[in-house]
């Protein structure tokens, strides 16, 4: 353990916290732990504008929500501004920079960059990276009205909380060459640098919220759990070496560390998402579930009192088949009421197909006489009627969106039974006219 690591996490609150800028929070602060070290955070909100306090308690709950514990006080980095102003003052001094008001809009300090060499530096994760020392230029670090730029301010900061490692964006790639060039005209030794990959989407752009979701707020409205957010997004540029994928927290502890990241930019995949979302739903406590499956269903405007059997009993087909909880008012409105919407494309496809209406009436017409309805009574009716019509999937399929409006849902025969004999008739038959019968 190397208890001397310190790391931060450094946004600029802007109202929404980017799924990009919280990988790199993650990232972080699965370092420190991995180390022994410490997770700073600091609030770079010196555009006023922008960094309300709003803006900041949304961030903070996103960190509380995804379980981010920093090791000590929040940093405000406008708090920092006359040490800003003070290291500017010195690097004048020392003929590190220079007063100009070359765009004719007020004197500004520009820091100077070396003219000639190379510069370079190792990448924790992308490797060597060189720069002519030409092609770079000198730039701003203090604007005409006196306010720091954030080079000089981020640079500054690292500074006096003592950062041994930067982990963050490659976008910051660039940025880093006349970071090191600060430190070290400021006298201080550079931190080691770890730039991840870009996340981007099927097209291989950068992800954005034209692409979904891209806010940490927007995945907790849709019923995402934090753990499961937590892992998918270190998965992306990060990998364990071995074929895992869900983790606990301890486990990512453990293996975590710099060397198994990917230089190479990591695609947003939805889908696996879900599917992650989904294992971490399915191993929740049932006590949990039905807490925020109640919830769910209430917000929705639904009857929290299913038709002929309880919750408990709706839970249990439904928990393990729930990706998001914003799923769950949508995939169970037919166990509380007969009011339930109707699929158009499972319509299209389950009851205009030929003879669904001949198949939803000799299915309620079989279901009648059933004395006790079990699962397996109604599975022998289906599977009969299944040789007759040319199969399990032509009978099972009307069968369902008839009885719940959807094509998916918990097992058929399950479904039913919990439904009961007489609604599932009724149901059928109701269902009739919507066929091409």
């Not at 003879?355 to 017409?365: D, H, K, P, Q």
Request: charged share 30%.
């Amino acid at each position: 353990m190397c208890n001397n690591i310190r790391v931060r996490f450094a946004p600029s609150p802007t109202g929404n916290v980017h799924i990009g800028n919280i990988r790199a929070a993650i990232f972080n602060w699965l370092f420190a732990r991995h180390t022994g070290g410490k997770f700073l955070l600091r609030v770079e909100d010196t555009d006023l504008e922008r960094s309300t306090p709003e803006a900041i308690k949304t961030l903070l709950e996103s960190m509380e929500w995804l379980k981010l514990d920093y090791d000590e006080p929040v940093v405000y980095q406008t708090a920092n501004v006359n040490e800003h102003l003070k290291a500017a003052r010195k690097l004048l001094d020392s003929g590190h920079a220079y007063k100009s008001d070359k765009g004719g809009k007020g004197e500004c300090i520009i820091f100077k960059m070396p003219s000639e060499g190379r510069l370079e530096y190792n990448d924790l994760v992308k490797g060597r990276m060189r720069k002519k020392a030409e092609d770079t230029q000198d730039f701003v670090i203090v604007r005409s009205d006196g306010s720091p730029v954030f080079h000089l301010a981020n640079v500054v900061d690292d500074i006096l909380q003592g950062i041994t490692h930067v982990i963050r964006g490659d976008d910051h790639v660039e940025n880093t060459f006349k970071h090191i060039e600060l430190f070290k005209a400021l006298g201080a030794q550079p931190p080691a640098y770890a730039h991840l990959p870009m996340i981007v989407n099927n097209m291989g752009k950068p992800y954005s919220k034209r692409d979904g979701s891209a806010f940490v707020g927007e995945f907790r409205e849709q019923g995402y759990l934090p753990d499961a957010l937590f892992n998918f997004l270190l998965l992306l540029g990060w990998a364990p070496g071995d074929d895992r994928e869900i983790m606990s927290r301890e486990e990512m502890i453990k293996a975590f560390s710099l060397d198994r990241c990917k230089a190479s930019a990591a695609r947003f995949d939805l889908k696996k998402l879900r599917w992650m979302n989904g294992e971490y739903i399915a191993a929740m406590p049932k006590d949990e579930f039905k807490k925020e499956f109640l919830r769910r269903v209430s917000d929705a405007g639904i009857p929290t009192e299913p038709l002929g059997c309880t919750v408990d009993d709706v839970i249990v087909p439904v928990q393990p088949r729930t990706k998001t909880f914003g799923d769950i008012p949508a995939n169970c409105i037919y166990f509380f009421t007969e009011d339930y919407p109707f699929s158009e494309a499972a319509v299209a496809k389950r009851l205009k197909q030929p003879e669904a209406g001949r198949i939803l009436e000799e299915t309620a017409s079989r279901f009648e006489s059933i004395h006790d309805f079990t699962e397996e009574a109604a599975e022998d009716v289906i599977k009969e009627l299944a040789e007759k019509y040319g199969g399990m999937g032509a009978v099972v399929h009307p069968v369902r969106v008839a009885v719940s409006g959807v094509s998916e849902g918990p097992g058929l025969f399950e479904m039913l039974r919990l439904i009961g004999k007489e609604r599932t008739i009724a149901r059928l038959r109701r269902a009739i006219p919507q066929t091409a019968l």
